[in-house]
């Protein structure tokens, strides 16, 4: 694991996009629904607030996420997630997609999934990212396993990560998106 580790922080050096999973990577997976069947879905500030680090230092950030629920448009909106792409049952055109806008190779993104239709993707970007609760599948091909669960501070360790491994210093007062501090 150390080893990993060590190669993960040279390849995130290279990283100039964060692109994420929601359900089970944001989340912890569970769905919720009321009686009217609307969906619900529960964050973690912490994470959250990686994301606005990321974005106030210069990283594009996305969701690509097969699911299409109003609360994630929501989020993604107020932490002002560069791209939001749902309703993606393939990820890897809506990924490539985004390289094309901002002209970046694989090499230049990180991804974080957590179950098996996040491979096509983790197999090809730079730093391939997932939760510690992720399936044994996706386990087996990333280079970056934090040590929390999804929706419990993967997220946030992972920006933690490529912040440090790319020297930017942690910026001090974040005062936009919701989850600032």
Same mark, same amino acid.
């Given at each position: 694991?150390?080893?990993? $580790? $060590?190669?993960?922080? #040279?390849?995130?050096?290279?990283?100039k996009l964060l692109a994420f999973d929601v359900d089970g990577v944001m989340t912890d997976g569970s769905v919720t629904y009321d009686e009217n069947? +609307? #969906?619900?879905?529960?964050?973690? +500030?912490?994470d959250g607030h990686g994301i606005v680090r990321m974005n106030k230092s210069g990283f594009v950030t996305a969701i690509i996420t097969a699911r299409n629920n109003g609360? +994630?448009?929501?989020?993604? #909106?107020?932490? $002002?997630?560069?791209?939001?792409?749902?309703g993606q049952q393939y990820k890897l055109p809506a990924l490539e997609e985004?390289?094309?806008?901002?002209?970046?190779?694989f090499e230049n993104v990180c991804y974080m999934g957590d179950d098996i239709p996040d491979i096509c993707i983790l197999e090809k970007?730079?730093?391939?990212?997932?939760?510690n609760?992720? +399936?044994? #599948?996706?386990l087996d091909v990333c280079n970056f396993i934090s040590s929390k669960n999804g929706g419990r501070g993967a997220v946030r360790e992972l920006c933690d990560f490529i912040l440090e491994?790319?020297?930017i210093a942690k910026i001090a007062n974040v005062s936009e998106g919701t989850d600032s501090k």
């Open positions: 694991m150390a080893e990993l $580790k $060590k190669n993960a922080s #040279e390849i995130a050096k290279n990283i069947g +609307v #969906e619900y879905k529960t964050f973690n +500030v912490k609360t +994630v448009k929501h989020r993604a #909106e107020n932490l $002002k997630i560069t791209e939001i792409y749902q985004i390289m094309q806008k901002y002209n970046l190779t970007v730079g730093l391939a990212c997932c939760p609760d992720a +399936v044994q #599948e996706v491994a790319q020297g």
